[in-house]
Structure formats: C-alpha cells, structure tokens
C-alpha cells in the first residue's frame, strides 16, 4: 500500500483525503475533506483510482484521482483528490460532522459508513406513463433483481406481492466478488389483479431492510424496501 | 438516402418512425411513434444512427437503431427503431397530438418541432451549497458559454448582470458546424456586490429567448433565459 511506502509513523491515528471541491457550506468556504482512520486506510480494498474500465477516470467520477472505499456510501470516495495527510489526532472537518445520522437535528447521531443492504427488482412489464404503474399480463413471471451489503455478504432476498405483509424467499447466486451485485430471481404465477411488488435483502451482519424507514433529518442511508405497483390485466 | 433506395412512390405524405418503447398513455397501449414530413425525413442530416463516437449506440441512447433529426427536440428522434413505414395520407398518431404547444389547454395548439434558441453560460466562481449562489472575487472575469438554435445559425449572443434590465453584447464565434454549439465569451470587471447574470441568444430567423416564459400545459420549448445569482466577495 501506499501509505506504508510512504512511510506512515506508528502514531497515525487518522488519514485525511482532500479534494478539489471548493464551496462554501453554512458560511464555511472549504474544499471538501473526509477522512479514515488508519485500520479502514490500509484495508487491502481502498484505492485510489486513476482509471476505470481501462481509460482514465472521467471527470465526473474524480479525474485525475479519486478514492475508492468499496462498501462505504458516496461521502467517503473523495473526488479530485490533490493531498492526502496522515495525522495523529482525530480529525473533525466539516464533512466528517455533516454525515452523521441523527435522530434528533440536535443531538449528536453516529457517523455514517457503510452502505446498509439493500435489493431492488427490475420492474416487470411495461409502464403506464403517468402513474408508473407496471403493467403485467397473466402468466408465470420471472421477477429478478440485483441485492448488496457494505457490511457483510448478502444471505438473503425475500420477495412480496402485497406490499409486504407477506414475503416468500427467492433464489440468490453468489455476488461475483466480495463487493459486486448478488443476482436474485423469482418465479411468479401472476393473476389479473393489483399487486405492490417488493424485495427486502438480509446480510450475513444480521442486518435486513425496513418496511417503514426511520427518519433522519439528513436523509442518509435510506434503504426502504422497494415498492413497485403492478397491475396485471387480462390476456392481450 | 435509404428512403430513396427504398423506392418511395410519389404520393408520399409522412414517413412514420416506430419505437419498440411500449406503455400506456391516458388509457392508450402503444409503441411510441412519431412522423416527419417527406421533405424532412429527406433532408441530408437526417439520419438513422447505429454508432456514436466509434461505438455501438448505448442502450439509453436507442440502441440498436435511432432516428436522428437535427435542429428538432427529442420527441422526433425515435429511438429503438423497430419500424418506418411511409404513409399516402398524414398521420395522426397519438404522439403527434400529444407533442403540441397550447396557449389554453383545450385548445388544437401547434406542433413542437424545432429548437428555439437558447444561451447557457458557465456558472462563475464557487457555490454556496444551499442557495447555490455562486461566490466569485473581485477582479477581472471571463464569463463565457454556449448558444443554439435548431431554426439558424445564432446571430448574437448578449450578457446581463443585472437580472436582464440592461444587455451587452459578447464575442462570439461561429459553431464548429451548422448542428454545433456557438461559443460566446465576455469579460466582466466584478466589484463586490449581488449580481444575476444571463445570457440571450438571438438567431438569424428573428428568433430570440424570452425575460417571461409564455404558459404552455406541456412546458414545451421552454428557453427563458438562464438566471444565475452571484455574490461578489471581498479579495480573500
């Protein structure tokens, strides 16, 4: 790793990644700032990106240089990257207090990390334009989707077809690797009728998807399971 | 052209573009579909697109086949071309009624064709992240852009610092080619203070972008000109 090439001192606590991204935020000018304590730093699986898919990084995704820190949300991957510090102190920038879930807008919440689990399915059928409806005719189904965790290997996905008050398990391959997509697919004997289409994905953390999401005045790490209203009507 | 090849016999009216993008549309179940008159589906720079930059068409662009019609809004260039028929009488297809310009919603309106000239300039400085005013030092700034029209070539391109009560003209340069984008440039002695800056766009039919956007149901055609607050600072 770079860092150890670099020479990283036994007393490093915190390693703080600054980007280009200047702006001004309840009245702070800044360019943007987050750091990982060391242990999360040196994980074998954080890059820094150059390039993606064999050609350089686009500028939308980071160029010339961004970080990668595979299973944590968006404000950790640090765009634009022009230094990076190691400091022996615990750092408490700007971004590092604004990403915190909190129950309360006043009380102190937790820091925001990895990504919680989460499934969606592709919307079976076609659209009705104004409603988003999806319309289905009868017929035997293959409801599929994709599912994720940042915090362990995905263990399950469940499906529902009312809306979640009951679920039935579904057919779950192995992700490609430790942070790539898990497939899921389902059968399903659609009868004419309405119908709310949800899948709710479960890791190997314990932890699953919630049917009503709790609040939090920041909006972070929302993972509601997916609702897809399905109308199927009678063969066309 | 590939209609000419075809054959295309003299009492030829409409030539009708097929999609394979289905859904329902108030009540309606459809394959989206839209026709140009025989003179414009003739025209030169009409074209059925396969490739884009040296590679297949991506999906959300209309792969495998995509209807192209310069100058046009998107409405007119079918993607997933699935079909193109050509048509002795005019066509009347639900797509055609729905992309019009109405002044009263009941009323028969007329159809959205081409592109009405417009002007965007890069935003100045840095943001304000709630407010998205932009921040900007004082000193000596180039504020320049881009400007369109899909009816002729742009004419002239003007700037305002003052929200659109007073104008200046900027230098502009001609488009790369007859379809391209027109870049424009202005030089602006910032002093501390609030601002808006706007561009307007002018182009050789007569044409230009409007301070106060007519009312359309649809919000068709809109290009009241861009509104971009700034804040000139003190020298930091």
Redo the contacts between chains.
């Keep these: 790793p770079l860092l150890r090439e670099a020479g990283m001192q036994s007393n490093a606590v915190d390693v703080v990644f600054t980007g280009a991204d ?5 009245g702070v ?1 800044q360019d943007y700032q987050r750091s990982l304590p060391v242990a999360e730093a040196m994980h074998e699986d954080v890059l820094l990106a150059y390039e993606m898919n064999g050609a350089p990084l686009p500028p939308q995704h980071g160029y010339p240089l961004r970080l990668v820190v595979p299973g944590w949300y968006g404000m950790a991957h640090v765009k634009w990257l022009s230094q990076v510090d190691v400091a022996a102190v615990s750092f408490e920038g700007f971004q590092m207090r604004a990403y915190r879930v909190r129950r309360q807008p006043d009380e102190d919440g937790v820091p925001l990390t990895r990504i919680e689990p989460r499934a969606l399915l592709v919307p079976p059928g ?5 409603s988003r409806t999806r ?1 289905v005719r009868p017929g035997l189904i293959t409801v599929e989707g994709r599912a994720w965790s940042g915090w362990a290997p995905v263990r399950a996905v469940e499906v529902s077809v009312d809306g979640g008050d009951t679920w039935a398990p579904t057919s779950l391959e192995p992700a490609p690797h430790r942070w790539g997509w898990a497939r899921w697919s389902w059968s399903w004997e659609a009868t004419p009728g309405s119908y709310v289409l949800s899948a709710r994905a479960s890791d190997m953390s314990g932890r699953s998807q919630p049917i009503d999401q709790p609040w939090n005045p920041g909006g972070f790490a929302n993972n509601l399971v997916q609702r897809v209203p399905v109308a199927v009507i009678a063969a ?1």
Tied chains: 1, 2.
């Design positions: 200047h702006g001004v935020e309840r000018e076609f659209p009705d334009f104004m319309v066309g």
